[in-house]
């Protein structure tokens, strides 16, 4: 889609052909035959785009309450954090008089920016520009027809390579968020120096604009972070992890946060723990070493990422089976947002046969196999497990973990979470 296919979109007839894309429910698979319906009706060009919208609206879905009112491109959508995620996120800003947007793309987290303070958007893309003040006029819309409280503060749009100083002058209490490209239409990009623009632009923004927080991908090099004193978050939502930030100035709370969003409620319940600056500074000596007690605890992605294993062990009692791998350990349950919990009924030097073994004995007929320090593909351990269901079609489930207990190969026998 292209600026002028969008505006054609937004028009009387463009709006009519995008009803008729909708009605479809149409996937990415079908684009074809469906664009060949549609342009019997419409013009190949609106077609097109109108059918783009409607498959991108249904993928929105889970990431945008309000997704029926919205448009995108597909880099756009995959790069946006969800609502959830960023409703989240803007609240750092609160108390800001103005509140930047840079790189916003088609507007995700302006319209939740905006709900704190007034909020100035810069884009280089027009496309994304327009869709964006489309999305965001959509979504008053809508809170409006549902008679809603709507908290949004005005909001501006501004086309502006960010490379080049920023056309605002950035007065009194001033907060921005910066959303550099993390890929190209090819590939993902990595490094952030390669980020779009790169990283380092914002050594021209701090002096002005030191309440500064940037979007980084979740699986960034914080060797590449170690110029900046910042704050890195790793933020997961319901157990998988979505982006991470640097927080920089005033907004800088911390060295590492580990946030995870949890529950049904939107916006979802946020649960932090901060600690040590990395890895290899948090003290090994504190968390004790031990085979593999009543519970197995996975900690969250976000705790693993932010180098907090061994803050959560001692916030939990717990120990660790090795002291390079993330699992914990304790004799006692203690509930925590921060780890999934399983109970442990059986452990054993890995063996194959011996594992087989103990499994058929107690009547398992199917294991779920998760791994952390082991080369064994889980699925190339599960059908050389070869288990079945008794003759009767009776067996039991398992999560079978394979992992290292001080550096020698070990699987533990768990039971399924209840919850």
């Known amino acids: 889609m292209n600026l002028a296919s969008f505006q054609m979109l937004l028009s009387p007839p463009g709006q009519q052909a995008l009803q008729a894309a909708e009605a479809l429910a149409p996937r990415e698979s079908d684009f074809l035959p469906h664009l060949t319906r549609l342009s019997r009706q419409y013009p190949k060009e609106l077609a097109s785009a109108a059918l783009e919208t409607a498959i991108l609206r249904l993928e929105a879905a889970g990431k945008f309450p309000a997704a029926s009112q919205m448009y995108f491109t597909r880099s756009a959508l995959e790069q946006a954090s969800?609502?959830?995620v960023s409703s989240y996120r803007s609240q750092r800003f609160?108390?800001?008089?103005?509140?930047?947007?840079?790189?916003?793309s088609v507007g995700g987290d302006t319209l939740s920016l905006a709900g704190l303070a007034p909020t100035i958007g810069f884009d280089l893309d027009p496309l994304r520009l327009a869709m964006a003040g489309a999305n965001l006029a959509g979504v008053r819309l809508a809170l409006a027809n549902l008679k809603a409280l709507n908290p949004a503060h005005e909001t501006l749009l501004i086309q502006a390579d960010l490379r080049n100083p920023l056309p605002v002058h950035a007065a009194g209490h001033t907060g921005a968020f910066f959303d550099p490209a993390r890929r190209t239409a090819e590939r993902r990009i990595f490094s952030v120096q390669r980020y779009l623009p790169p990283l380092d632009t914002i050594q021209n923004w701090l002096p002005i604009i030191p309440a500064?927080?940037?979007?980084?991908s979740p699986g960034v090099d914080l060797a590449e972070l170690e110029g900046y004193d910042g704050e890195v978050e790793f933020i997961s939502l319901r157990g998988e992890l979505k982006e991470a930030v640097l927080w920089l100035g005033p907004l800088k709370t911390a060295r590492r946060r580990a946030t995870v969003l949890l529950g049904a409620a939107n916006p979802p319940t946020p649960f932090t723990l901060t600690g040590a600056p990395d890895p290899q500074n948090e003290p090994?000596?504190?968390?004790?070493?031990?085979?593999p007690q009543a519970y197995l605890y996975e900690p969250d992605p976000s705790i693993l990422r932010a180098g907090l294993v061994r803050t959560l062990g001692l916030q939990l009692d717990a120990a660790q089976l090795d002291p390079d791998i993330a699992y914990l350990t304790s004799d006692r349950l203690v509930e925590t947002p921060f780890a999934k919990a399983?109970?442990?009924?059986?452990?054993?030097?890995?063996?194959?046969?011996?594992?087989?073994?103990?499994?058929?004995?107690?009547?398992?007929?199917?294991?779920?196999?998760?791994k952390r320090g082991s080369p064994i593909r889980p699925?190339?351990?599960?059908?050389?497990?070869?288990?079945?269901?008794?003759?009767?079609?009776?067996?039991?489930?398992?999560?079978?973990?394979?992992?290292?207990?001080?550096?020698?190969p070990i699987a533990v026998i768990c039971l399924p979470r209840s919850h």
């Open 82 to 84: 969800g609502q959830e």
């Open 94 to 104: 609160a108390g800001f008089e103005l509140l930047l947007d840079l790189g916003c």
């Open 212 to 216: 500064l927080g940037v979007k980084l």
């Open 284 to 291: 090994s000596s504190s968390v004790r070493l031990s085979e």
């Open 342 to 370: 399983y109970q442990v009924e059986d452990w054993l030097p890995f063996n194959l046969k011996r594992l087989r073994s103990t499994l058929r004995q107690r009547r398992v007929a199917r294991a779920v196999v998760k």
């Open 379 to 408: 699925e190339a351990l599960i059908r050389d497990l070869r288990l079945q269901p008794a003759s009767d079609g009776s067996g039991v489930e398992r999560i079978v973990f394979l992992t290292h207990l001080q550096g020698k």
